[in-house]
C-alpha cells in the first residue's frame, strides 16, 4: 500500500509541475532554472537526517558532505535567483 | 506515527504548498521576485521542521555542512557575472546530483545487516536510480560547466567506438542494477553504479558541442530534480518526492522547449555527436558588402524602427551596456527600438533576456521570434548582435543545410541589416551564413562592444 500511495504523489505532483511551468514566459527561462537549483536543494532535508543521526562514521561524513552541496544549492540558488529577478524592469510610462 | 512526526509531514505539507505558489507567481516578471521569496520560506520551514526529527542526536556536523555549502553559495550567487549564469546553474546542476548521490549512499550505509534484510526490493531499487541519475547529473554538470567555462574546449569531442561505448555503459547499469537489488548487503556492486554513473555522465555530455548546451543544461536540470525524487522515494519522504518532480518537469519542458526552437529530437541532440557530419550542399554565391560604424551611424540616424537581435557573441563581447546606451540614444532621436530573442540564443534557456535586463533593458521590449517575424518588413534597420545560426537563412532555403527545418528570426525581411561580427566565418554550427550575402545586408566588423561604442560616440559628436 505505501508504494501504491508514494506512485500516488508521484503522479499528481508530475502533471501539476507540468501545468506550472508551462505558463512561466521565456524571458524568465533562466531565473526559473536557478530557482530550480534552490528548490532542488531540497536534498537537504534528507541529508540532514542522514548527517545528525548515530548510523555510524560512514553515514555522519557522507551525510555532512550532502548537507554541504545542497547548502550550496539553497542558499546560492535564491540568492542569485533574487538578484537576476531584481534586474527585471518594465519600461518607464514617461 | 508519533507526535513529532505528524508535525513534520504537516509542515512539509506546508512547504509544498509554498513552492507550489512559488512557482506560480513565476509566471510573470512582476510577481516573479515574490514568488521567489515565498518559495524560500518555504524551504526554510521545511528545513527548520526536520532539525526536530528524533533521529537527528547530533548538530555540529549538520551546521558544519551547512555553513560551508551556504557560505559558498551566497558567495557564488553575489559574484557571478550575468554571463557566466549557464556555467553557474550547471555546476549547481552537478551539485545538486551529488548531493542526492551522496545521500542514498548514507542511506545505504546507515541500515545495518537486520535492517537490509528487512527493507523491501522497492526500496533498493529507487536508491539504485538515486546513486545513477545523481552520479550522472554530476559528471554530465561538471563537463558541461567545464566547456561553458571555456576549461575545456567547446567542441563535440567525437571518436570512433563512442556509439558502441554508451551501449555498453546501458547494458552493464542493467547487470549490475540488478545484482545491487537482489545483493544489497554487497558494497561492490554501489561502487560500479557509481563509477558507471560518472562514466556515463562523462562520456554522454563530451560529445554534445557547445551550440546545443541549452539542451544539456535544461536536461540535466531536470535530472538534478529526478534524483531527488528518487532519493524521496527511497527514504519515504514526500516533500522530496513532490519537490524533485517540480523541478524535473521544469527542466524537461524548457528541454522540450530548446528542442522545438532548432526543429531537432532529443535523441537528435543527444546522440549527434555518433552521426556522421554533414557534407556542405549548394555553395553560396555573391559579395560581403562591409561597411564602416561611421556609416552604420548615418544609417541608423536616419532610421524610425530599429530591431536588435542578439546572440552569444553579445554576451562574450560583454556588449549588453554598450547596446542599451545606443538604444538610449536612438529613442531619444525618436526611433523605437524592439529587441528580438530566439529561444536558443545564448547558452541557456532565457540567457539573452537576463543579460538584457542586466543593462536596464526594459523586459516589454523584448519579443519572442513569433512576435516580430510578421512585421519584420516594417524595421528599417536589424542589428544583429553576435548571433548566427538563429537568423540564417539557410534554415529556409537550403534544403541541403544542417538546420534546414529550423525556425529562425528571419531578419533579411527588414529593410537594413546589419550584422555585427568578428569575421565572416561560419557560426558555432559550423553552417555557411547566406545572411551575410544578402543586397540588403551590412556586415560591420570588429568586436561587438566597440563597434557599439564608435555608434554611439558618432550619436554624441553629432
Known amino acids: 500500500m505505501e ?24 524571458t524568465l527561462h533562466t531565473p526559473l532554472m536557478s530557482g530550480s537549483n534552490a528548490i532542488s536543494g531540497i536534498t537537504l532535508v534528507g541529508a540532514l537526517v542522514a548527517s545528525g543521526n548515530d548510523n555510524g562514521v560512514l553515514t555522519t561524513i557522507l551525510g555532512t558532505a550532502a548537507v554541504a552541496l545542497a547548502s550550496i544549492n539553497v542558499v546560492g540558488g535564491y540568492l542569485v535567483t533574487d538578484r537576476m529577478l531584481s534586474m527585471f524592469k518594465k519600461k518607464d510610462k514617461k | ?132 541519475v545523481g552520479g550522472v547529473t554530476f559528471s554530465g554538470s561538471v563537463v558541461a560547466w567545464g566547456k561553458l567555462s571555456g576549461k575545456l574546449s567547446s567542441k563535440a569531442v567525437i571518436f570512433t567506438g563512442l556509439r558502441e561505448l554508451s551501449i555498453l555503459h546501458i547494458i552493464a547499469m542493467l547487470v549490475v542494477g540488478y545484482l545491487f537489488t537482489t545483493q544489497p548487503q554487497n558494497t561492490v556492486w554501489l561502487y560500479c553504479i557509481i563509477a558507471l554513473a ?100 548615418y544609417v541608423l540616424e536616419a532610421a524610425q524602427s530599429v530591431l536588435v537581435i542578439p546572440g552569444y557573441g553579445m554576451a562574450v563581447a560583454q556588449a549588453q551596456h554598450a547596446v542599451r546606451e545606443m538604444q538610449s540614444l536612438l529613442e531619444d532621436n525618436g526611433c523605437t527600438v524592439d529587441y528580438a530573442i530566439h529561444a536558443v540564443a545564448g547558452r541557456m534557456p532565457g540567457h539573452m533576456n537576463v543579460l538584457l535586463a542586466e543593462a536596464d533593458v526594459p523586459y516589454d521590449q523584448l519579443y519572442e521570434m513569433d ?31 544542417p538546420i534546414y527545418g529550423m525556425p529562425v528570426i528571419e531578419a533579411y525581411r527588414a529593410k537594413t541589416v546589419f550584422v555585427l561580427k568578428r569575421s565572416a566565418n561560419a557560426g558555432f554550427a559550423g553552417v555557411d551564413n547566406p545572411l551575410f550575402f544578402k543586397d540588403n545586408t551590412r556586415m560591420v566588423l570588429g568586436d561587438a562592444k566597440e563597434t557599439i561604442n564608435n555608434i554611439v560616440r558618432e550619436f554624441g559628436d553629432d
Open chain 2, 198 to 297: 560518472l562514466s556515463f555522465g562523462l562520456w554522454a555530455t563530451i560529445s554534445i558541442g557547445g551550440a546545443d548546451m541549452p539542451v544539456v543544461i535544461a536536461l540535466l536540470n531536470s535530472y538534478s530534480g529526478i534524483a531527488a525524487t528518487a532519493a524521496g522515494l527511497a527514504t519515504g519522504n514526500t516533500i522530496l518526492i513532490v519537490t524533485g518532480l517540480l523541478v524535473g518537469a521544469s527542466g524537461l519542458i524548457l528541454t522540450n522547449i530548446m528542442c522545438k526552437a532548432m526543429n531537432r529530437s532529443l535523441a537528435n541532440v543527444l546522440l549527434s555527436g555518433f552521426a556522421k557530419p554533414i557534407e556542405a550542399g549548394e555553395k553560396i554565391e555573391g559579395e560581403i558588402k562591409v561597411l564602416s560604424a561611421q556609416d552604420a551611424f
Open chain 2, 371 to 401: 512576435d516580430v517575424n510578421p512585421r519584420m518588413e516594417n524595421y528599417d534597420v536589424a542589428i544583429v548582435i553576435g548571433a548566427n545560426d538563429v537568423v540564417n537563412p539557410a534554415a529556409k532555403e537550403m534544403k541541403g543545410s
Open chain 1, 3 to 26: 508504494i501504491i500511495y508514494l506512485l500516488f504523489i508521484v503522479l499528481l505532483a508530475a502533471f501539476l509541475g507540468f501545468e506550472l511551468i508551462r505558463k512561466v514566459p521565456a
Open chain 2, 1 to 132: 506515527m508519533n507526535d513529532i512526526a505528524t508535525i513534520i509531514n504537516l509542515a512539509y505539507v506546508v512547504a509544498a504548498a509554498l513552492f507550489i505558489l512559488g512557482l506560480k507567481l513565476l509566471s510573470h516578471p512582476d510577481s516573479a521576485k515574490r514568488g521567489n521569496f515565498v518559495s524560500a520560506v518555504g524551504m526554510l520551514i521545511a528545513v527548520v521542521v526536520t532539525l526536530l526529527d528524533q533521529q537527528i542526536i547530533s548538530y555540529q556536523w549538520i551546521l558544519l555542512g551547512f555553513v560551508i555549502g551556504g557560505a559558498f553559495g551566497a558567495w557564488k550567487a553575489k559574484t557571478v557575472e550575468m554571463t557566466a549564469m549557464p556555467e553557474m546553474v550547471s555546476l549547481f546542476n552537478g551539485f545538486g546530483g551529488a548531493a542526492s548521490l551522496l545521500l542514498g549512499w548514507a542511506t545505504l550505509a546507515g541500515m545495518n545487516s537486520v535492517v537490509v534484510q528487512t527493507t523491501g526490493a522497492f526500496t533498493f531499487i529507487t536508491l539504485f536510480f538515486t546513486v545513477l
